[in-house]
């Protein structure tokens, strides 16, 4: 790749050069060539989408920022936030598939700046405030970038991540954001359902228990390493659906809340109701006929893999005679949190089982 100072004329001028990876301890930032068919493919930017055919560079983020000085954003940006499992990759999916909108699913940068986020919020930070919104700033540049027919930017956030919503929004205050959501029970049978998630449970538990620990003001949440599979799960939805709260705090009119379950039983006007929030439109017939689209009938995160919403269903279903117990575990859990942290109780309102 050419050295940083001969993109200086096109560095804004599409989204090739992609900002993939921020190396925090350098102060380095990784730009690779990617091709629009990377983007469309690409469930996850992250490190699964390097081989050895992609062309990159490290360069300073002070370089960076010096090259993209006076530069406006080129495209609207929009964002998908989400408490994870809840149909995420498929909105996207079906956003971008309504044409001249770039989805950009899960950049690594986005979990950077939510890491950041949290040394503000509670330890040491290396960065200062100032810095970390430069590089954020620097960041919705980048993202904002699109090609001749791109009317947009959607960025879908990792689960974790949605917590720098709140800064995000803030810098850009044209950004929009969906937030996807499942009732507390789905949401618990879902987790539990997956392969992997003893493994994302208890690898993620102790980050997920520091904000869940910041978000209900102190209360007494008993020791992480007395929670059962159901147990962290119920702390996953908690810590998500209050991290929710905080962003429609921050920018209600700017924050579109959807329940997974009501967007895949009513797909039509649920999908209008997210592009006239998004300020997108879309082809004559194209919401209409939503529900015929092929991507229903693959799984959204790889779509070489059939999926529909009855093999979902039969999931869910299997979940729940497996890890019953768990799920009523969690449900408890959940309950109890409500009761021991007024602050959070509002926040479950309508989502627990009566």
């Not at 090739?16 to 102060?27: G, Q, R, S, V, Y």
């Not at 060539?33 to 062309?55: M, Y």
């Not at 909108?101 to 919020?121: G, I």
Request: glycine share 6%.
């Amino acid at each position: 790749m050419k050295p940083l100072d001969q993109f200086r004329q096109d560095i804004m001028s599409g989204p090739d050069l992609f900002a993939h990876k921020i190396d925090l301890a350098a102060e380095l930032l990784l730009l690779v060539r990617l091709s629009r068919n990377v983007f469309a493919e690409a469930s996850f930017l992250d490190d699964r989408i390097i081989n050895p055919q992609v062309q990159g560079n490290w360069y300073r983020l002070a370089s960076i920022e010096a090259t993209l000085a006076g530069c406006a954003g080129a495209r609207p940006v929009h964002f998908i936030f989400h408490a994870g499992h809840v149909g995420s990759t498929l909105l996207s999916r079906l956003i971008e598939q309504a044409g001249n909108v770039l989805t950009l699913r899960e950049p690594l940068p986005m979990r950077t700046l939510a890491e950041l986020q949290d040394d503000l919020d509670c330890s040491p930070a290396l960065f200062s405030e100032a810095a970390v919104d430069r590089m954020a700033q620097m960041q919705l540049l980048l993202w904002s970038r699109g090609y001749s027919d791109t009317q947009a930017v959607v960025v879908k956030a990792t689960s974790a991540a949605a917590r720098v919503a709140p800064r995000l929004l803030s810098l850009a205050p044209d950004a929009r954001a969906i937030y996807l959501h499942l009732s507390a029970e789905p949401y618990l049978a879902t987790l539990l359902a997956g392969k992997d998630s003893p493994i994302d449970l208890r690898g993620m538990a102790k980050e997920r228990y520091r904000r869940l620990e910041r978000l209900v003001g102190g209360a007494e949440l008993g020791p992480l390493y007395a929670l059962s599979l159901g147990e962290l799960a119920a702390m996953t939805w908690c810590v998500e659906l209050l991290t929710r709260r905080r962003i429609c705090e921050t920018t209600p009119e700017r924050l579109l809340c959807l329940d997974f379950e009501v967007l895949l039983s009513n797909p039509a006007p649920m999908l209008a109701a997210v592009f006239t929030h998004l300020r997108l439109s879309a082809p004559d017939g194209y919401l209409e006929n939503i529900d015929q689209a092929p991507v229903w009938s693959r799984y959204a995160k790889a779509p070489e893999a059939a999926y529909s919403t009855q093999t979902r269903a039969e999931i869910l279903q299997q979940s729940r005679m497996r890890y019953g117990d768990e799920i009523r575990k969690g449900l408890v859990w959940i309950d109890r949190l409500a009761k021991n942290a007024p602050l959070a109780a509002p926040a479950f309102c309508g989502l627990l089982p009566p």
